[in-house]
C-alpha cells in the first residue's frame, strides 16, 4: 500500500496562488523563473498579482496551474528529501494528466510547459470559433444524464464531459443546449444544475479543431516511460506505450473525463493515502465524495508544506 499524488486542472486558479511558496522555496521560484523565460511573458506575474480576467483565460490559465502543481512539487521534494512521499500511481483531472506525466518522468518540465501552453491555446481559439458551456448536474446517474442530454440537445452538441464524483457529471456542449439542460434538469429527476464559469465546451466534439491541432504537436513530443502508473482520464486505467499516451491525450479533449473510476482504480490498486499536488483542494473534495474514508493531504502553500514537513500527513 501507498501513495497516490493527484493533481488539479483548469478552475483550481486563483490569484495569489503558491506566491508564498515561491517567496520561501529556491526550487519553486526556480521554477516559475524557468517558465517565465521559456513563454515570453511574465506568468508568474499574472499568477501573483493577476487580474482575474488574464489569469482565467484559457491559454494563461492552463500553463499556470501547470507552473504551480510543478512548483509545490519540487519544493515537497527540496524540503523533505528523503522523506519526501513516494506515490505508487497518480492522477490528474483533465490538464492536470499532463502535469501527472511530468511527475512521473515522462516529459522533462520545458517540454510539459510548451504541450500545456498550446494546448491551452488551442482550445481557447476552439472555443471561440464555436462558442459553448459546461453544466454540472447534480443527483443523476450516468443513464439519467445521457436521457437529459438527449432531451436537451435538440440538434445540437451536447454530451458528458466530466463523471466526477457520484451525484455529479458535468455535461458540455453547445452555448443553447446547455441552457436547456440547465432548465430541465429538474424534470429528469436532478437536485440541481450550475452552469460553469468556463470559456468553453471542454471535452466535447467541440473540442475536435483543438485536438487536430494538439495531434500535430504531439507527435513531435518523445514520452519517456513513466516512473510509475499515471491514469488515463479517459479509460481511468494505467497509461501505456509513448503512442497510447498521444493518443489518451488527445481522445481526452473530445471525450469526458472518468474521474471517479480513476480514483476508485487507484484505491483498489494499493493506494491508501492521497496528496494532492497543485493550487486549491478541488480534488480533496471531490475525493471524500467518492469514498469517505479516503485520506489527502493538500499541497498548496507554504504553510501546508510546513505542516507536512512536521509530520502532519494523511
Not at 494538439?214 to 488515463?232: G, M, N, T
Request: charged share 20%.
Amino acid at each position: 500500500m501507498g501513495a497516490g499524488f493527484l493533481f488539479p486542472g483548469q478552475g483550481a486558479q486563483q490569484v495569489g496562488m503558491m506566491a508564498d511558496l515561491a517567496r520561501v522555496s529556491p526550487a519553486a521560484e526556480a521554477l516559475f523563473a524557468a517558465a517565465d523565460r521559456q513563454l515570453g511573458f511574465e506568468l508568474s506575474r499574472i499568477i501573483f498579482e493577476g487580474p482575474d480576467r488574464r489569469l482565467n483565460a484559457t491559454d494563461v490559465s492552463q500553463p499556470a496551474i501547470f507552473v504551480c502543481s510543478a512548483a509545490a512539487l519540487a519544493a515537497m521534494e527540496a524540503v523533505l528529501g528523503s522523506a519526501a512521499p513516494r506515490p505508487v500511481m497518480a492522477a490528474g483531472l483533465s490538464l492536470g494528466e499532463y502535469t501527472a506525466l511530468y511527475a512521473a518522468g515522462a516529459l522533462d518540465f520545458g517540454a510539459a510547459l510548451d504541450l500545456v501552453a498550446k494546448r491551452g491555446r488551442y482550445m481557447q481559439e476552439a472555443a471561440e470559433a464555436a462558442p459553448g458551456g459546461m453544466v454540472s448536474i447534480l443527483g443523476l446517474d450516468e443513464p439519467q444524464v445521457r436521457a437529459l442530454c438527449d432531451a436537451a440537445a435538440d440538434g445540437e452538441v451536447l454530451a458528458p464531459a466530466n463523471f466526477n464524483c457520484p451525484g455529479q457529471i458535468v455535461l458540455s456542449g453547445s452555448a443553447g443546449a446547455c441552457d436547456r439542460a440547465e432548465r430541465m434538469a429538474k424534470d429528469f429527476g436532478a437536485r440541481g444544475a450550475v452552469r460553469l464559469k468556463v470559456a468553453g465546451a471542454f471535452h466535447s466534439p467541440l473540442m475536435a479543431p483543438a485536438a487536430e491541432r494538439l495531434a500535430r504537436v504531439l507527435e513531435e513530443v518523445e514520452f519517456r516511460p513513466p516512473r510509475w502508473p499515471v491514469i488515463a482520464n479517459v479509460d481511468a486505467r494505467p497509461h501505456g506505450s509513448a503512442e497510447t499516451i498521444k493518443q489518451k491525450l488527445l481522445a481526452q479533449l473530445t471525450r469526458p473525463v472518468r474521474w471517479a473510476e480513476s480514483v476508485k482504480y487507484m484505491l483498489d490498486n494499493a493506494v491508501e493515502s492521497f496528496y494532492e499536488i497543485g493550487p486549491a483542494k478541488v480534488l480533496t473534495g471531490l475525493l471524500r465524495r467518492i469514498d469517505r474514508r479516503a485520506r489527502c493531504t493538500s499541497i498548496n502553500s507554504a504553510d501546508a508544506l510546513a505542516k507536512l514537513a512536521g509530520g502532519a500527513g494523511p
